[in-house]
Each structure stands twice: as C-alpha cells, then as structure tokens.
C-alpha cells in the first residue's frame, strides 16, 4: 500500500470487453442494435462477480489480481461505454439522425385484454394490449447514456484505488464491485427505456442498489438506518410514481413512449384528454421524481445517504441515481407541449414543479452553510443544483404550455445542461472529496492507530491540504467553479439560462413564479458561498490537526479520474455551448452545430433584453463574487509557513487572506444555526410523526389480532370445552343409570318411528 | 429418505416431460388438457373419476411438483427422514389431486387429505406448541371445509341428471357439467347462500381476515418444509377452489358480492401488513405477510378486468415460489440460530453470509421489487383496479410502503446493525455455539427457488401468456353475461 | 295352537320381569341373569313372529341373538370378575368407577 503505482498490466482482462463494440461494428451492426448490450453485458456479469467473490473470497489472485471483482467490474462498464460512445458518436457526428426518435422495436413482454364500459354495456372488441420493451434514443437520453456510462466507468476505476486499498473493505469488495454493476444496469436501462413501466422497473432496481450500497457496511447502526431511510423515503415517491403509471395508463392504454408522446391530447380509443386527469397523473409521476431525486419533503434521505463509501456517493447519490427524477420530469415534456399536441390547462403543475425546486434549492443551501462534514456539504449541494434543474423544467413546463415554446425550449435545454454540467462536476468533486478523506484516513491511520473518534471527513479536521494534495486540490477548485457557476466553466453556461428564463417567466407570464425566481438568484450566491468554504476549510489556511500535516497524495488509480473529469468540467461546458447543446437538448434543434465564439459569450453576457441582462449580471456578481468573498472571510488565509501550494490554486489561496476576517462565532451560536444544524428539524418531525403513529398502531394492530380476532376463535374452544365438561356431568357411573337411560332411549326411538310411521 | 427423494424427483421429471405433449392451443383456450374420459367411481351416486388441467390449475400443478423436491432436499436432514419424506410425497398426491379432478366429490376427499399429511408434520416435528397448533390447523380448516361441503352438496342437489351416472340419486357431481348447465340454482337466495358458504371454506383456507389466524400458529409450529408447502401451495388450494368453483359456477353471484370480496381483500392486505410490523416473530411475521398477499388475490378477481384476474392467477404462482424462499430462510433461523425472536441477534450477515444473501432475495421479491416475481402480479393487479375502482387503489398502492417497512426492518434487526466488522450479535439461545452459514442443502434449495424468482421476474411471459389468455376467455365468455345481466358497472 | 297373541304377551312380561329386576336389584350377577331374561323374552318374540308368518327369518335372528346372548355373558362375568378383583364386591351400588 501507499506509495506503489498503477498496476496498468492488471487491465488486461478488459480489453475483450472493450473489444465487443468494434467486433460488433465490423459484423455490421447498426450501433442502436447494440444498445442492448449496454444493459446486458453488465447483467451477465455482476452474479459472476458475487459467485467468484463468495467462493474465491481471501484467494491472493483475485484479490490482487482481480481487486475482488473490480477489474471485471470495470471491464463490463468499458464494454458499456465503448457501445454508448459508439451511439453517441452515430447520433452526433455519423450517419444516424433522430427524426424525433430512434426506437428499436419493442419486444412484447406482457399480453393482455382489457375490457372498457362504454356507458351503457361492455366492450370486448378492441381490448388486446400489451406492455413491451425496447430502446429509445432522443437528444436528452443519449447525452444521460454518455453521462451514465461514462461515469459509471471511471468511478469504478476510481474504486479499484480507493476501496482495495482499505483494510476495513478486505474480502467484501466483490459485494460492492457486484452492487456497483447492477445499479449500472439499473442507470443504463432506465435510460434506455421506451417506455413507462420499464423505466419504473429500472428506476426501483437503483432504487435497490442504492439501499445495498449505502448499506454496504452493513454492520454499522448509521449505515444500516441510513439505508433503510434512503428506501423508504424513495418507496413512498415509487409508489406515488406507480399510480401515476397506472392513470396515464388508463388515460392512453399503453404506456409506451412512441405511442403516448405520438399525440399527447387524444387517449385511449381516441378520447380527448381530459387536463384534470393528466394533472393528477403528471403530479403522482412527480411526486416519484421528488422523492427519487431528494426534493422537499422527501428530502431527508440523502444527506444520511453518505454513510455509503464514498464512490458510492459520487455515483448513485450526486452524478447519476438522483438524476433519474429530473429525467423523468423531463418525460413530462410533451404532454403540456401546446405547441405539438400538448394539454392546455397544466400551468398549476408546472407551478408545482418549479416552486418545489425553488424551495429545495434555498433550504439546501443554507443547510449547506453549516455543515462540517465536506460530504455532507456535497449533499446538500447536490440537492440544491438538482433543484435549480427542477426549477429550470418547471419554467420550461410553464412556458411550454402556454404556447411560449422558444423560451419553453430554451429553459428545458438549459436545465438538462446543467443536468450534464453538474453530474460531471459533482461526481468529480465526491471523488475528490473520497481522495481527501481517503489520505486523511490513511494519514490518521499511520499515526494514531487506537484513537476511534476521529473523523476524517470533517472539514475542521482539515486545513493547508493544498500543497499536500495538488491534483486534488486543483480538481476541487474546477468542481466548485463549476457547481458556483464562475463565468465561462462549465455550469455558468446552464446555470445562467435557468435563472434568467425563470425570471422571465415572472416577469412575462406568472406572477406566481416570483417566489421560485427570487429562490433561485438568492440561492446563486450562496452556493457561491459553501462552495467556497468548503474549499477553504479544506486546503487553505494552516493545516488544522496534526494529521493534515501527515496528509499526501499516493494512492494508485485515485489520480486519473479526477485529472479526465477536472478537463471536462472546465473545458465542457464551454466546448458544448458553442456547439449549442442548449438547443440541442431542448429540442430545438436537431442536431449540434458551431455558433461562433463570440456569438456564444454575447448570447450568455449581453443578451438583447435589458431585463435578462440585468438579471444574468445580478447573478454573476452574487455566485462568483459576493458569496466566494464573505467564505473568505470567515475561512480564508494563507497556508502555513513555507509551504507552496502548486500555481494553479496558490492563486486562490492568497486571494482568499486578502479579504480579511470576520468572527462568527456568535453566529455560530445562534437558534437559526441550530436549526439548521439539525437540518430545520424536518427528519426530527418524521421521527415523531413515525414514532407515535404507526408504531403504536402496529402494536395495537398486532394486540388487536391476537387478542380480539383470534380471541373470539379461542373463546368458540374454550366454551365447547366447558359445555362438553358440563354434559359430562349426567354420566353418573351407576350401572342402573345407564339401564335406565338405554330404556328410555329405546322407548323414545320407538316412539319416533311410531309417531313418523303414523 | 433417498427413495422418496428420488420418487419425488422421477415425478416431477415425469410431469415436466409431458409438458412437451401438451397442446398448448387448447389450454390457452380456456379449455382442459390431458382430460381424460370419466371413470365411474361410485355411480350410484354420481361419483366419477374426471381429470383434466388448464391454464388455472396448470401453473399450480407445476409449482406441486417442483416445491415437494425443494422442500425435501431444504430438509434434506429431517429427524426421522424415513417417515418425514414419504409424508411429503403423500402431500404432494393430495395436492395435485386438488388440483387435477374436475369432480366435486373426489376433488372435497383430495382437500381434506391435504390435511392428514400436514397435520402430522406440524404434530411429529413442530416446535415447542405443535399440540395446539396442530389442533387448530385441523379443526379451524376442518370446520370451515365442512361448510364447504354442504355447499357442494347443495350444488349436487341441483344437477341435472346425466344418462348412467347417479343411478340411485339422480344427481352427479361432475364439475364441467355443472358449469355447463345453465342456472344451476334458479333461487337466488340460495344461490347466493351456497356461495357464501363456499367462500367460507376457501377464504379459510386462503386465508383471508378474520379467519385467518390458524396460519400464523400453524406456520410457526410447523417445520420447514411444512411452511413452505403450506405457504407455497396450500393456500392457492383457497384461491384456486374459490376460482375454479364458486365464481365459475355462479358468476351472478360472484358480482353481486364484489363489494364483500374487496373488503376481505383490503383487510387481509393492510390490515395483514400492519399486524406484521407489530410482530416479533419471524416466522409470524412472514405468515402474516402471506395474509396480506393473498389479500390482493381477492382484489384482483374483484377487478373483473382480464388483466386483474390474470394478476391474480400469477400472484399465486409468484407467491408460490416466493414465500417457500421466505419460509426456507426464517427456518435456516431456527434451525442454525435458534430462534425467531426479531431483534434478539444482530449483524448476522457476518457469520452467515450466504443465509443473508437469500434473505436479501427473498425479502426484496416479496416486497414487491422489480424483475423479481411479485412485480407483474402486483403491477397487473394495481392497474386494472384503477380502470375499476380509481382512487381506491392508493390503500393497496400505500400498504406496499407499510411493507417495505417491515421487511426492511425485520432485515435491518437481524442481519445487520452489529456495529462490530469482526462479529455480528448472537442470540442467547446459541448457549456459546459457534455460528455456521447454512448447510450445502439448505443452500441448494433456496438457490433454486431463488433463481426461479428472478428467472419468472425477468421472463413472466412463460406462464402469464397462458394466464391472461385463460382470464380473457374466462371473462368474455363467463363474467361479461352476468355483469351484462346483473347490470353491473364501474 | 296358542294364539300368537298370548306368546307375544309372555314376550312382554318376561322382558318387564327382567326390566324391573335389572333396575332394583343390586347383585351384578341378578342383574347380568335379568338381562338375559329380557333378551330371551326378544326371542320369544321372534319365535312367535316366525311362526306366525311361516317366515323362516325369526328363526334366524333367534339363533344369531343366543349366540351373541352367550359371547355377552361371557364378557359380563368377566367383567364381573375383574370387577370383584379389583372393588372386592359385586354391588352395583358400590361401583361407579364408570362416573364422568
């Protein structure tokens, strides 16, 4: 351990799995053909991974060999995104185009009949349905498929350093190796679905793999409550989620995307759609996707789901998983699309969306403000960019159906972009932030080896790390800029659209939509602030503890993904939005195409609108210029004598003690801090709520059918035992009495018959 | 042991062998295959021996004869296996003649000898209270097969005679010519008081609330391979008489008691699941859990939609192979920990790994996950009972929370949470034994019905094509009369 | 030729002789005689009906009925007996280990 270098021999045994898609390409294959495979190759593989795992556990070769599973791991994730980059690259820059769509034919998996009452008796005539699957393929699934798989990728490599190298993981790995893979599947799949109910069922496997995985070190009381908690709080939004299936169901008669989104306003047996009905099935679905992507008041589980090991949480619970509900939202498009066969009539669900991603955006920030914990940080972090993006559709929403489709377009472009731009930098920074916890741990471990109440992801822990830890640090700092939304990085270009045409929508369309407007720019400057800080807390300033001061950066297979993803997060954003990904995956246009440099920045500085302009410089100069100078103040300053941070982020660091400082100690004290320390009290009241009525109704259900239900069973028993006691009592043991009563029994008998026969 | 092992094996070899002879067209029809020609068995009465499967009974005869082979080798290791085994196979005879005769008489003698088997099962190697939960298994079922039986006998009373058969009586309990005949009770007080009396006796046997306590003491009592059969085949003989019976012979009646089904239904599922997250017995709570799932059986018939029904045909399938996982893991409890007691150990995952791993399965299909069995029934169930019922559905929908929370914390107070990496919790009962992961049998046997749970997640289509094709012919040709002549609507 | 009427009325006094008998006396084996009185004066009966309907079943009924008479005695003195060994008395008064 330690100092040793990747093992690049070790990677052998992927190179069949990255060799299927060319092997494919060269039998001739239509890439869409193969897009199967990117679900299937990984179905086959992680059983093989828990089997091996199970017999061959402590084996030497397949734990050094084989990291338990992780090079096979990885293998079928390199095998998935060489068939995505294969799709990616057909739809972009080949041959292939979307005419609206790309579908493979769906494979018919349930047949049924359904009989309908048509008002005066019923119809059996036209009944015969059946629920398929197959592959869908628009502009938004395909950049989640590159988003999925490609993260998927290299966070399992990322794994192969940073959970082999941990001793607690020893001889358990391949059961995360295993789940890691399957909730892959779960990604791939829910992308690539055509229609509802599969992306339902792909949806509830994540759901499954992200109870296992923060479960994974199942032994500890928080990781296992914490689990619980992320399944169930999800299970309450699926289950909402799946009436909703089962309404538009009922409203369509199939829940296939080609079929329903084919035109939006006629249902079943050509029926108009009626907006009261759509508006409930559209809430329920939402109501999934809230819970699904941690939004108020379903919030509560993702902040606990960091128990799981860190990979874990930059994959399933910041890049990937959680974005499942702003895709299905997403989904939602057509339906209030006035302007193509939409509902008129759906603005208040729109309302509904936007103002629930407003609220979440700003309540997790400001949590945000106090946390300690740098993933804790990141959680609620993510919880508020995924709320941006809620915010983002629900304008797009609101525009759409009322007829504004360029606006409505624009905004639902923008909000996926950010979808793009934030999984890109979130995933990084939890990686990051795994790296930092990572050395810290493995610093402490070198130094104390018996004290258990250290905890090495607590940013007061921290401190000066920037020297210790360049790559890191340098990753970070992108991250951050880019979740802040620092002029030209990555998510400044979606960021910006999603405030502005909010704004828009308040000032043109809704009044109502000044809540979520005002939300969402306040929110801007704070995100500014945490990122901020937890940038500070952890590299700048002297070294906080004397195990940051033994911190440096050697583990093997950690660097690469930081280094691939801090490229992407700072040169992506910028690359797509000349290429006008905003258009392209708002629907607007249908393909990627140069805009020109300069076009690009007037659009996004000096819009033709006075008011967006106003709106879009407020937001700069909030985000990257007041929120990332108070963080200063309170965390900034220099690192610790002698010591040189790498030029990249020595910068920042020196900018950050020329602010100077402000005591908030007394802030720090304060109600509202506690509130938000205790996370605004929302998980104590789930508590009680849970505490004092179901578990007393339980007990009393459980009491009640012992007791009442089975009483009165027991009591039938019991009084036909006494009553037989009771009849017993006649048997007198006298011999003359049972002459007696043979007599009369006889006599009797004759004179039934006799009184029968007459 | 061996012997009946093998008996077992070359049995369900047998049956699956003819499954390639079948003519599939005919049982997908909503017709019976492998009918043979009456025998006369007693002809003075009208007693004859009439086989025949279709597309209801045939999944259940498959999972017959599939489970008696696990159940054996899950036990493989029975005290006293020379009488433990050839019981088994006896049971696995009653059960397929419940589930093969098309005739009244024999098909109420095949039910009651369902009984002898199980009886002594739960008599020679139960647990601690085995006298009592015996007892009441026997006379609670007994009892209400009873009622039962004077509704077949009413129903005999009725039956038009048929040349040769019923000599002294006039009468004969052929069960296809029942169905034939037209308006089989003209009076429609007593045909409905002769279906309520067969509900009875299936809904006890189901077992719906409120006669559905026998099953949680008999499963606690019983030993592992009873439970599973027990919960596996033999509360689909309820669901499967109830269909086969009582709805095909009197669909009028059956509408008209639409409400009544779907407040049994809604009892035995939430009410079923709320009395299991008050349970601290795994075993009881998993006996419970059975309840509340059989509960949606009686849902989906009351659906009246195809699609419903099909639900609940593959909801008794799924059920049967889920709930033999289910029971073969709480008796791997007792058996390697000795004890059922929830709470009373924890972190068990360590010591166990394999043992955990199938509770994972079994406990996720049974909640209703994705790709795993229970999904389509439930899916199927849920929907068609919205065209029906429209927001009723959330209770069903919001009691699938109640379950999860159950099963996760059941799983959470017993494999996990031992706060220590290197050791989980052991209950007192384990007087200082070592802990063991679960015997290569044991293993096997849930392996296989685990893997039968993915496999008929994953690809439903083997049996529900046949099932939704049986429930399409079934309502166009049955129910859609009598909901046209009852008048009956959404 | 006695008219069958008077047999048949015998019939019926034996058997009220042997009725009465079983249920005032005490001694088991007065008792035991009593009811051989009464299942004699069935015979009769029998005899008497056979006879009357030249009907050869009376007949028939008459043999099987001793012959069960004399497997009953048997039993009941053996009774009897284990009854003394055990009680040291053959009153019936004193024997009820029969009670509930």
Same mark, same amino acid.
């Given at each position: 351990?330690?100092?040793?270098?990747?093992?690049?021999?070790?990677?052998?045994?992927?190179?069949?799995?990255?060799?299927?898609?060319?092997?494919?390409?060269?039998?001739?294959?239509?890439?869409?053909?193969?897009?199967?495979?990117?679900?299937?190759?990984?179905?086959?593989?992680?059983?093989?991974?828990?089997?091996?795992?199970?017999?061959?556990?402590?084996?030497?070769?397949?734990?050094?060999?084989?990291?338990?599973?992780?090079?096979?791991?990885?293998?079928?994730?390199?095998?998935?995104?060489?068939?995505?980059?294969?799709?990616?690259?057909?739809?972009?820059?080949?041959?292939?185009?979307?005419?609206?769509?790309?579908?493979?034919?769906?494979?018919?998996?349930?047949?049924?009949?359904?009989?309908?009452?048509?008002?005066?008796?019923?119809?059996?005539?036209?009944?015969?349905?059946?629920?398929?699957?197959? $592959?869908? =393929?628009?502009?938004?699934? +395909? @950049? /989640?498929?590159?988003?999925?798989?490609? *993260?998927? #990728?290299? %966070?399992?490599?990322?794994?192969?350093?940073?959970?082999?190298?941990?001793?607690?993981?020893?001889?358990?790995?391949?059961?995360?190796?295993?789940?890691?893979?399957?909730?892959?599947?779960?990604?791939?799949?829910?992308?690539?679905?055509?229609?509802?109910?599969?992306?339902?069922?792909?949806?509830?496997?994540?759901?499954?793999?992200?109870?296992?995985?923060?479960?994974?070190?199942?032994?500890?009381?928080?990781?296992?409550?914490?689990?619980?908690?992320?399944?169930?709080?999800?299970?309450?939004?699926? $289950?909402? =989620?799946?009436?909703?299936? +089962? @309404? /538009?169901?009922?409203?369509?008669?199939? *829940?296939? #995307?080609? %079929?329903?989104?084919?035109?939006?306003?006629?249902?079943?047996?050509?029926?108009?759609?009626?907006?009261?009905?759509?508006?409930?099935?559209?809430?329920?679905?939402?109501?999934?996707?809230?819970?699904?992507?941690?939004?108020?008041?379903?919030?509560?589980?993702?902040?606990?789901?960091?128990?799981?090991?860190?990979?874990?949480?930059?994959?399933?619970?910041?890049?990937?998983?959680?974005?499942?509900?702003?895709?299905?939202?997403?989904?939602?498009?057509?339906?209030?699309?006035?302007?193509?066969?939409? $509902?008129?009539?759906?603005?208040?669900?729109?309302?509904?969306?936007?103002?629930?991603?407003?609220?979440?955006?700003?309540?997790?920030?400001?949590?945000?403000?106090?946390?300690?914990?740098?993933?804790?940080?990141?959680?609620?972090?993510?919880?508020?960019?995924?709320?941006?993006?809620?915010?983002?559709?629900?304008?797009?929403?609101?525009?759409?159906?009322?007829?504004?489709?360029?606006?409505?377009?624009?905004?639902?472009?923008?909000?996926?972009?950010?979808?793009?731009?934030?999984?890109?930098?979130?995933?990084?920074?939890?990686?990051?932030?795994?790296?930092?916890?990572?050395?810290?741990?493995?610093?402490?471990?070198?130094?104390?080896?018996?004290?258990?109440?250290?905890?090495?992801?607590?940013?007061?822990?921290?401190?000066?790390?920037?020297?210790?830890?360049?790559?890191?640090?340098?990753?970070?700092?992108?991250?951050?800029?880019?979740?802040?939304?620092?002029?030209?990085?990555?998510?400044?270009?979606?960021?910006?659209?999603?405030?502005?045409?909010?704004?828009?929508?308040?000032?043109?369309?809704?009044?109502?939509?000044?809540?979520?407007?005002?939300?969402?720019?306040?929110?801007?400057?704070?995100?500014?602030?945490?990122?901020?800080?937890?940038?500070?807390?952890?590299?700048?300033?002297?070294?906080?503890?004397?195990?940051?001061?033994?911190?440096?950066?050697?583990?093997?297979?950690?660097?690469?993904?930081?280094?691939?993803?801090?490229?992407?997060?700072?040169?992506?954003?910028?690359?797509?939005?000349?290429?006008?990904?905003?258009?392209?995956?708002?629907?607007?246009?249908?393909?990627?195409?140069?805009?020109?440099?300069?076009?690009?920045?007037?659009?996004?500085?000096?819009?033709?609108?006075?008011?967006?302009?106003?709106?879009?410089?407020?937001?700069?100069?909030?985000?990257?210029?007041?929120?990332?100078?108070?963080?200063?103040?309170?965390?900034?300053?220099?690192?610790?004598?002698?010591?040189?941070?790498?030029?990249?982020?020595?910068?920042?660091?020196?900018?950050?003690?020329?602010?100077?400082?402000?005591?908030?100690?007394?802030?720090?004290?304060?109600?509202?801090?506690?509130?938000?320390?205790?996370?605004?009290?929302?998980?104590?009241?789930?508590?009680?709520?849970?505490?004092?009525?179901?578990?007393?109704?339980?007990?009393?259900?459980?009491?009640?059918?012992?007791?009442?239900?089975?009483?009165?069973?027991?009591?039938?028993?019991?009084?036909?035992?006494?009553?037989?006691?009771?009849?017993?009592?006649?048997?007198?043991?006298?011999?003359?009495?049972?002459?007696?009563?043979?007599?009369?029994?006889?006599?009797?008998?004759?004179?039934?018959?006799?009184?029968?026969?007459? | 042991?061996?012997?009946?092992?093998?008996?077992?094996?070359?049995?369900?070899?047998?049956?699956?062998?003819?499954?390639?002879?079948?003519?599939?067209?005919?049982?997908?029809?909503?017709?019976?295959?492998?009918?043979?020609?009456?025998?006369?068995?007693?002809?003075?009465?009208?007693?004859?021996?009439?086989?025949?499967?279709?597309?209801?009974?045939?999944?259940?005869?498959?999972?017959?004869?599939?489970?008696?082979?696990?159940?054996?080798?899950?036990?493989?290791?029975?005290?006293?296996?020379?009488?433990?085994?050839?019981?088994?196979?006896?049971?696995?005879?009653?059960?397929?003649?419940?589930?093969?005769?098309?005739?009244?008489?024999?098909?109420?003698?095949?039910?009651?000898?369902?009984?002898?088997?199980?009886?002594?099962?739960?008599?020679?190697?139960?647990?601690?209270?085995?006298?009592?939960?015996?007892?009441?298994?026997?006379?609670?079922?007994?009892?209400?097969?009873?009622?039962?039986?004077?509704?077949?006998?009413?129903?005999?009373?009725?039956?038009?005679?048929?040349?040769?058969?019923?000599?002294?009586?006039?009468?004969?309990?052929?069960?296809?010519?029942?169905?034939?005949?037209?308006?089989?009770?003209?009076?429609?007080?007593?045909?409905?008081?002769?279906?309520?009396?067969?509900?009875?006796?299936?809904?006890?046997?189901?077992?719906?609330?409120?006669?559905?306590?026998?099953?949680?003491?008999?499963?606690?009592?019983?030993?592992?391979?009873?439970?599973?059969?027990?919960?596996?085949?033999?509360?689909?003989?309820?669901?499967?008489?109830?269909?086969?019976?009582?709805?095909?012979?009197?669909?009028?009646?059956?509408?008209?008691?639409?409400?009544?089904?779907?407040?049994?239904?809604?009892?035995?599922?939430?009410?079923?699941?709320?009395?299991?997250?008050?349970?601290?017995?795994?075993?009881?709570?998993?006996?419970?859990?059975?309840?509340?799932?059989?509960?949606?059986?009686?849902?989906?018939?009351?659906?009246?939609?195809?699609?419903?029904?099909?639900?609940?045909?593959?909801?008794?399938?799924?059920?049967?192979?889920?709930?033999?996982?289910?029971?073969?893991?709480?008796?791997?409890?007792?058996?390697?920990?000795?004890?059922?007691?929830?709470?009373?150990?924890?972190?068990?995952?360590?010591?166990?790994?394999?043992?955990?791993?199938?509770?994972?399965?079994?406990?996720?299909?049974?909640?209703?996950?994705?790709?795993?069995?229970?999904?389509?029934?439930?899916?199927?169930?849920?929907?068609?009972?919205?065209?029906?019922?429209?927001?009723?559905?959330?209770?069903?929908?919001?009691?699938?929370?109640?379950?999860?929370?159950?099963?996760?914390?059941?799983?959470?107070?017993?494999?996990?949470?031992?706060?220590?990496?290197?050791?989980?919790?052991?209950?007192?009962?384990?007087?200082?034994?070592?802990?063991?992961?679960?015997?290569?049998?044991?293993?096997?046997?849930?392996?296989?019905?685990?893997?039968?749970?993915?496999?008929?997640?994953?690809?439903?289509?083997?049996?529900?094509?046949?099932?939704?094709?049986?429930?399409?012919?079934?309502?166009?040709?049955?129910?859609?009369?009598?909901?046209?002549?009852?008048?009956?609507?959404? | 030729?006695?008219?069958?009427?008077?047999?048949?009325?015998?019939?019926?006094?034996?058997?009220?002789?042997?009725?009465?008998?079983?249920?005032?006396?005490?001694?088991?084996?007065?008792?035991?005689?009593?009811?051989?009185?009464?299942?004699?004066?069935?015979?009769?009966?029998?005899?008497?009906?056979?006879?009357?309907?030249?009907?050869?079943?009376?007949?028939?009924?008459?043999?099987?009925?001793?012959?069960?008479?004399?497997?009953?005695?048997?039993?009941?003195?053996?009774?009897?007996?284990?009854?003394?060994?055990?009680?040291?008395?053959?009153?019936?008064?004193?024997?009820?280990?029969?009670?509930?």
């Amino acid at each position: 351990m330690g100092e040793s270098t990747n093992e690049w021999n070790l990677l052998a045994p992927i190179i069949p799995f990255v060799l299927v898609a060319p092997l494919l390409y060269a039998q001739g294959w239509e890439s869409v053909e193969a897009a199967f495979l990117i679900v299937v190759i990984p179905l086959l593989t992680f059983p093989a991974i828990l089997v091996a795992g199970q017999i061959y556990n402590g084996n030497e070769t397949w734990k050094n060999r084989f990291k338990e599973g992780g090079i096979f791991g990885l293998g079928a994730l390199a095998s998935s995104l060489s068939i995505s980059l294969w799709i990616v690259y057909d739809y972009v820059a080949g041959s292939s185009h979307f005419e609206m769509h790309s579908v493979v034919e769906p494979f018919s998996w349930l047949t049924f009949d359904v009989i309908h009452y048509d008002g005066s008796q019923w119809d059996v005539s036209s009944g015969f349905a059946d629920i398929g699957v197959g $592959v869908w =393929l628009d502009p938004v699934s +395909l @950049m /989640l498929l590159f988003v999925a798989t490609f *993260l998927c #990728f290299l %966070i399992c490599w990322f794994s192969l350093g940073y959970m082999n190298t941990d001793p607690i993981n020893e001889d358990s790995n391949h059961r995360f190796y295993g789940e890691f893979v399957l909730f892959a599947i779960g990604m791939f799949g829910m992308v690539l679905a055509d229609n509802f109910l599969w992306l339902f069922i792909f949806w509830e496997i994540m759901g499954l793999c992200s109870y296992l995985l923060i479960g994974f070190y199942y032994w500890k009381d928080s990781a296992a409550a914490a689990a619980k908690k992320a399944f169930l709080t999800t299970r309450v939004g699926d $289950v909402f =989620l799946m009436v909703g299936l +089962l @309404m /538009l169901y009922d409203i369509y008669g199939s *829940l296939e #995307f080609s %079929i329903i989104f084919d035109d939006p306003s006629t249902g079943v047996g050509g029926a108009l759609v009626n907006s009261t009905d759509l508006n409930w099935a559209l809430l329920m679905l939402f109501i999934g996707a809230v819970g699904k992507s941690a939004q108020f008041p379903l919030h509560v589980w993702l902040p606990d789901a960091m128990e799981g090991p860190t990979p874990v949480s930059a994959l399933i619970h910041a890049a990937t998983m959680v974005n499942a509900g702003l895709y299905l939202v997403f989904r939602m498009v057509p339906f209030v699309d006035v302007h193509v066969n939409g $509902v008129a009539g759906l603005e208040d669900f729109a309302l509904v969306v936007a103002w629930i991603g407003g609220i979440t955006a700003f309540m997790a920030a400001a949590i945000a403000f106090v946390q300690n914990d740098i993933k804790k940080v990141l959680a609620y972090s993510t919880m508020s960019q995924l709320a941006y993006i809620f915010t983002g559709l629900g304008a797009g929403l609101l525009f759409l159906n009322l007829g504004e489709y360029h606006a409505g377009y624009f905004v639902i472009g923008a909000s996926m972009f950010h979808l793009f731009n934030h999984a890109m930098a979130k995933g990084m920074l939890f990686m990051a932030s795994g790296s930092v916890i990572h050395e810290v741990h493995h610093a402490h471990h070198h130094l104390h080896h018996d004290d258990h109440d250290f905890d090495p992801q607590d940013m007061r822990n921290m401190g000066g790390l920037a020297s210790k830890m360049p790559i890191t640090s340098i990753a970070m700092m992108f991250g951050s800029m880019s979740i802040i939304g620092i002029p030209l990085i990555g998510g400044f270009w979606s960021k910006e659209g999603i405030i502005a045409e909010t704004w828009l929508a308040y000032l043109h369309k809704e009044p109502l939509m000044l809540g979520p407007a005002i939300l969402v720019l306040a929110t801007a400057g704070m995100t500014g602030f945490y990122m901020t800080r937890m940038w500070l807390m952890t590299f700048a300033g002297p070294p906080k503890s004397d195990v940051a001061e033994h911190v440096h950066e050697g583990t093997p297979w950690i660097k690469e993904p930081l280094i691939i993803l801090t490229v992407v997060t700072a040169l992506g954003g910028f690359l797509l939005a000349l290429l006008g990904a905003v258009d392209y995956l708002g629907g607007e246009k249908d393909h990627l195409a140069m805009h020109g440099v300069v076009d690009t920045l007037k659009h996004a500085f000096l819009p033709d609108d006075n008011e967006l302009r106003a709106i879009g410089w407020s937001t700069i100069l909030l985000a990257a210029i007041i929120g990332p100078i108070m963080a200063s103040r309170v965390h900034g300053g220099k690192l610790a004598e002698g010591v040189k941070a790498n030029p990249i982020v020595g910068w920042l660091v020196n900018l950050s003690s020329k602010f100077g400082s402000q005591d908030v100690s007394e802030m720090a004290n304060s109600q509202l801090a506690e509130a938000l320390q205790r996370r605004l009290y929302f998980d104590d009241l789930y508590e009680w709520i849970v505490a004092n009525t179901a578990i007393p109704f339980a007990s009393f259900s459980a009491w009640f059918d012992k007791n009442i239900i089975d009483g009165v069973i027991k009591q039938i028993e019991s009084n036909s035992v006494s009553g037989s006691v009771s009849v017993r009592g006649i048997t007198t043991g006298s011999t003359r009495d049972y002459i007696l009563m043979a007599a009369v029994g006889m006599l009797s008998i004759f004179a039934l018959i006799w009184g029968v026969s007459a | 042991m061996g012997i009946a092992m093998a008996v077992a094996v070359i049995a369900t070899m047998l049956f699956l062998g003819q499954i390639g002879n079948i003519d599939w067209t005919n049982i997908t029809q909503g017709g019976y295959v492998l009918q043979n020609e009456a025998v006369e068995l007693i002809p003075s009465i009208g007693v004859s021996w009439k086989v025949g499967a279709d597309a209801l009974s045939f999944p259940m005869i498959w999972l017959t004869a599939v489970l008696i082979p696990i159940s054996m080798l899950v036990e493989w290791d029975a005290k006293r296996g020379h009488l433990f085994h050839p019981l088994l196979l006896v049971m696995e005879g009653a059960l397929l003649g419940v589930f093969v005769v098309l005739d009244l008489f024999v098909f109420y003698v095949f039910w009651e000898l369902t009984l002898i088997p199980m009886f002594l099962l739960i008599l020679m190697w139960g647990g601690d209270d085995r006298r009592y939960a015996s007892m009441k298994f026997f006379i609670y079922t007994f009892a209400a097969s009873v009622i039962m039986l004077v509704g077949i006998l009413v129903m005999y009373f009725h039956t038009d005679p048929i040349s040769g058969m019923g000599s002294l009586t006039g009468h004969h309990f052929d069960l296809v010519a029942m169905t034939a005949q037209e308006n089989l009770i003209p009076s429609e007080g007593l045909r409905h008081l002769v279906w309520l009396m067969l509900l009875i006796g299936f809904a006890t046997k189901m077992p719906s609330v409120p006669v559905h306590t026998w099953l949680p003491d008999a499963h606690v009592q019983a030993p592992t391979a009873g439970s599973m059969l027990l919960a596996g085949v033999m509360l689909k003989m309820g669901a499967y008489g109830f269909l086969r019976v009582a709805v095909t012979v009197f669909p009028e009646s059956t509408i008209e008691f639409i409400p009544l089904l779907i407040v049994l239904g809604m009892a035995s599922l939430v009410y079923g699941a709320w009395v299991c997250m008050g349970q601290t017995n795994l075993k009881r709570m998993v006996a419970y859990s059975s309840v509340s799932h059989m509960g949606l059986i009686f849902l989906g018939i009351a659906t009246m939609q195809p699609l419903g029904i099909a639900g609940a045909l593959f909801m008794m399938f799924a059920h049967g192979i889920i709930s033999p996982l289910l029971f073969a893991v709480a008796g791997a409890f007792k058996h390697h920990y000795h004890t059922l007691e929830i709470g009373s150990m924890r972190g068990i995952a360590h010591h166990s790994p394999w043992l955990a791993a199938h509770m994972m399965l079994g406990w996720m299909a049974s909640l209703g996950l994705p790709l795993l069995a229970g999904f389509v029934a439930e899916v199927a169930i849920m929907i068609a009972f919205w065209m029906t019922y429209g927001w009723l559905v959330l209770l069903p929908a919001l009691t699938l929370i109640i379950t999860a929370v159950y099963y996760l914390s059941s799983m959470q107070r017993t494999i996990f949470e031992s706060n220590d990496p290197e050791k989980g919790i052991l209950p007192d009962t384990m007087h200082g034994e070592e802990p063991r992961d679960i015997t290569w049998h044991e293993n096997a046997g849930m392996l296989i019905l685990g893997a039968m749970t993915v496999l008929f997640g994953i690809m439903p289509f083997i049996f529900w094509d046949m099932m939704s094709d049986w429930s399409s012919g079934f309502t166009f040709e049955t129910l859609i009369d009598a909901m046209h002549s009852q008048g009956w609507k959404p | 030729m006695i008219e069958t009427s008077w047999i048949v009325g015998l019939g019926v006094i034996l058997f009220f002789i042997g009725l009465i008998g079983a249920f005032t006396r005490k001694n088991a084996i007065v008792v035991l005689m009593c009811i051989e009185v009464m299942l004699n004066a069935a015979n009769l009966n029998f005899v008497a009906g056979a006879s009357h309907y030249s009907d050869v079943d009376g007949w028939v009924f008459t043999a099987i009925a001793i012959a069960i008479a004399a497997a009953e005695v048997a039993i009941g003195l053996a009774i009897l007996l284990s009854l003394y060994s055990t009680q040291e008395t053959i009153s019936l008064d004193e024997a009820n280990i029969l009670k509930n």
